[in-house]
């Protein structure tokens, strides 16, 4: 099984930025559609963004949109979100995921172990 690991959380102020980092195992990592997202205190798993395996495709949620970015270096094995225009709402633990594409957490089988987020306001 492929075994992810997120980093680059931390405590930021609101209009900051943060990139998160997430980098999975294995030699298959071209072949992997991930994605990113986030669960807050008290809510549901929310899809953030989706990339597939070259890279050349990306899936947007309407509330990250614009602000959000998906990457991935497949020399690296990782997948990134850079943040931008952070705000106290985007506080929530982040997970990449592995799966197929599409945007509920169904779509994905393999998970991260989360990094924290935190915005300030």
């Known amino acids: 099984q492929v075994r992810l690991v997120e980093s680059g959380g931390g405590l930021v102020q609101a209009g900051g930025s943060l990139r998160l980092s997430c980098t999975a195992s294995g030699r298959a990592f071209t072949s992997y559609v991930m994605g990113w997202f986030r669960q807050a205190p008290g809510k549901e798993r929310e899809f953030l963004a989706v990339i597939n395996g070259g890279g050349g495709s990306t899936y947007y949620a309407a509330s990250v949109k614009g602000r959000f970015t998906i990457s991935r270096d497949n020399i690296k094995n990782t997948v990134y979100l850079q943040m931008n225009s952070l705000k106290p709402e985007d506080t929530a633990v982040y997970y990449c995921?592995?799966?197929?594409?599409?945007?509920?957490?169904?779509?994905?089988?393999?998970w991260g172990q989360g990094t924290q987020v935190t915005v300030s306001s």
């Open positions: 995921a592995t799966g197929t594409w599409g945007s509920f957490s169904n779509n994905y089988d393999n």
